[in-house]
């Protein structure tokens, strides 16, 4: 039995279906279910016992406490954050809450736990931290890639509160001895992507004929990985890693964001030409640049390449096709995350917030 954090989100429900596609062991999947948590994710699972949901917040110690005395897991894998960059610059203050004050009560309530365990049960606990390249600033054309010795540099109030929760999962490794992992990872895409990021952002707005909104002059730099290579790094990391490390996870793909973005034309094009015979690239409209925009990220994945020989299976090339045809092939997904009706489904089982 493993305890997942955040599995309703994009990542998280991702490597739940990933994990259960090749293993028997449970799942308890902890989310508090905020604007970007989505069970229709998981409805494959439905009715499947190795998945229990368990709606609630990382903050909440008595109902973490609980959930670890009842399932002793063997693990926790921590994906639950608030991730995105542009709501953070609006409103920073959940940010803070959830990644800071949140991660730092779920510690509490894993040291606490991990205290009572004895053995072999205690030699084989761990506590996967799932985090971001973001916290390490932002590179200049020539830098080398970030490694794990990076300094830490965060320009956003995202960066910012992840940096402080990876500092927090370190420390309860050097003051208590808590058997901690933690990957940083460049930019994910794929299945199940809310449309508020880059990648899945484009293909609905392309395809309910609106504009392609790109910052600034669309060269800012990003290394982009598949999700499921994501989560398959993840998996190796908690079967393999050196507790009290950290592992970079990226999939040696820089792109700048205007080449996503016609690449992304590019597929549809050829997967769902518009019926006027344009090209969806004639949507594209640039837009004034979000403030303090990084304008590199690059990671590099050698240690955890030559440390536990992991390494991605797609190229972007092939992922990114793969994406598109995802998000043709589910329109009713995209509908439902889009309209109200999702929304009025979680207020109605859980209240309204
Ligand atoms: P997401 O926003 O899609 O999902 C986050 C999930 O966490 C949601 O289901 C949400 O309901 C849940 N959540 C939020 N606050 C919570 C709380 N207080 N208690 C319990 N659940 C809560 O995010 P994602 O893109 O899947 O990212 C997952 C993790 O991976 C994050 O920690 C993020 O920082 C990290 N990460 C993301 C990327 C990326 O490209 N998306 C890259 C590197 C690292």
Redesign the pocket.
């Known amino acids: 039995m493993i305890l997942v ?10 490597f739940v279906l990933d994990w259960l596609a090749q293993s028997d062991e449970p799942v308890i999947n ?9 069970l229709q994710s998981l409805s494959s699972l439905d009715g499947d016992a190795r998945h229990v949901f368990v709606h ?5 110690r008595a109902l973490i406490d609980r959930l670890l005395a009842e399932h002793r897991p063997r693990a926790v894998v ?7 960059v542009d709501r953070s610059i609006h409103g920073p203050e ?1 940010f803070i ?3 800071v004050v ?1 991660t730092f009560h779920l510690l509490e309530s894993v040291r606490a736990h991990w205290g009572t365990l004895e053995g072999e049960a205690k030699a084989a606990f761990r506590f996967l ?6 916290v390490y600033g932002t590179l200049k054309p020539t830098d080398p890639p970030f490694t794990e010795n990076h300094p830490y540099e965060p320009n956003s109030p ?1 960066s910012a509160s ?1 940096a402080a ?1 990876d500092h927090l999962v370190r420390a309860y490794h050097h003051t208590y001895g808590l058997p901690v992992l933690t ?7 794929g299945p199940y ?2 449309p508020e ?1 880059l990648i899945p952002l484009m293909i609905v707005n392309a395809l309910a004929g609106k504009p392609l909104p790109v910052y600034g002059d669309g060269m800012q730099v990003r290394d982009w ?1 598949f ?1 499921k290579d ?1 989560c398959s790094a993840i998996r190796r990391v908690l079967e393999a890693g050196t507790p009290g490390e950290t592992y970079n ?1 990226g999939g040696w793909n820089e792109k700048p964001n205007i080449e996503i973005v016609n690449t992304v034309c590019a597929l549809l094009d050829e997967m769902s030409p518009r019926a006027d015979g344009q090209g969806y690239a004639t949507q594209i409209t640039y837009v004034k640049d979000r403030p303090g925009h990084d304008r590199r990220y690059a990671i590099d994945a050698t240690k955890i390449h030559r440390e536990l020989g992991w390494k991605p299976a797609e190229t972007f090339e092939t992922g990114i096709r793969k994406t598109v045809r995802w998000y043709l092939d589910n329109q009713a997904w995209v509908q439902q995350v889009q309209s109200g009706e999702y929304r009025q489904w979680v207020d109605k089982q859980y209240g309204a917030k």
Do not use: M
């Not at 609630?56 to 909440?60: A, P």
């Not at 921590?78 to 995105?84: Q, Y």
């Not at 931290?129 to 973001?134: G, N």
């Open positions: 954090t955040g599995a309703a989100g994009f990542i998280g429900a991702n902890l989310d508090k279910l905020t604007y970007a948590g989505n609630g917040d990382i903050g909440d921590n994906f639950a954050a608030e991730s995105h959940d809450q959830t990644n949140g931290h799932v985090s971001t390249d973001e995202y992840k929760s990957t940083n990872c460049s930019n994910n895409y992507h809310f990021k990985l999700v994501h996870v």
